[in-house]
T-cell receptor, first 112, second 112 residues
């Protein structure tokens, strides 16, 4: 079983749609959680950190459920510019270093 | 400022060459990372330095040799690589081991 599982998609949605991504993680000792966005041939860029209380940034809402060991990302009112690969990432401390494990990434394509 | 810089942007090398990748950050981060990313795959952790000491080596072949000369710099020395080592090599840094990791733009490596 992979440490972090994520539906690879692709998700093809029209502009204005709401789209949800989910990830599950296997290690209950995981300590911090993130969503990154990666454009083609670019580096991953932080989209949001994810907290149990949930957090929102404009059209983006992230949620962490520690009991069920999953994290989610909701994008409302999708824009063409949201087209990218979205990576969930789970971090745990190992030998005094942070070990960030990524999901496979979900490709999102927003169409006019 | 959350900038991590990497040089070179692109590198083509033969299997007998020796080359180095460089990474720099001036955010006062105490942890630095090397990741390898193949096409259509998520980044995979290679090495973690915490307070300039190697804390995680994810069983990386010895033809990859990391070095952390000071808290702002991270190098990856390459020697006798194989064509399958061709990938995007990403550097990242974070303040602490469970804090957000910020990625550099990467070095796209081709091994002939």
């Amino acid at each position: 079983r992979k440490e972090v599982e994520q539906d690879p998609g692709p998700f093809n949605v029209p502009e204005g749609a709401t789209v949800a991504f989910n990830c599950t993680y296997s290690n209950s000792a995981s300590q911090s959680f993130f969503w990154y966005r990666q454009d083609c041939r670019k580096e991953p860029k932080l989209l949001m950190s994810v907290y149990s209380s949930g957090n929102e940034d404009g059209r983006f809402t992230a949620q962490l459920n520690r009991a069920s060991q999953y994290i989610s990302l909701l994008i409302r009112d999708s824009k063409l510019s949201d087209s990218a690969t979205y990576l969930c990432a789970v971090n745990m401390v190992h030998n005094q270093g942070g070990k960030l494990i990524f999901g496979q990434g979900t490709e999102l394509s927003v169409k006019p | 400022d959350t900038e991590v810089t990497q040089t070179p942007k692109h590198l083509v090398m033969g299997m007998t060459n020796k080359k180095s990748l460089k990474c720099e950050q001036h955010m006062g981060h105490r942890a630095m990372y090397w990741y390898k990313q193949k096409a259509k795959k998520p980044p995979e952790l290679m090495f973690v330095y915490s307070y300039e000491k190697l804390s995680i080596n994810e069983s990386v072949p010895s033809r990859f040799s990391p070095e952390c000369p000071n808290s702002s710099l991270l190098n990856l020395h390459l020697h006798a690589l194989q064509p399958e080592d061709s990938a995007l090599y990403l550097c990242a840094s974070s303040y602490g081991p469970i804090d957000t990791q910020y990625f550099g733009p990467g070095t796209r490596l081709t091994v002939l």
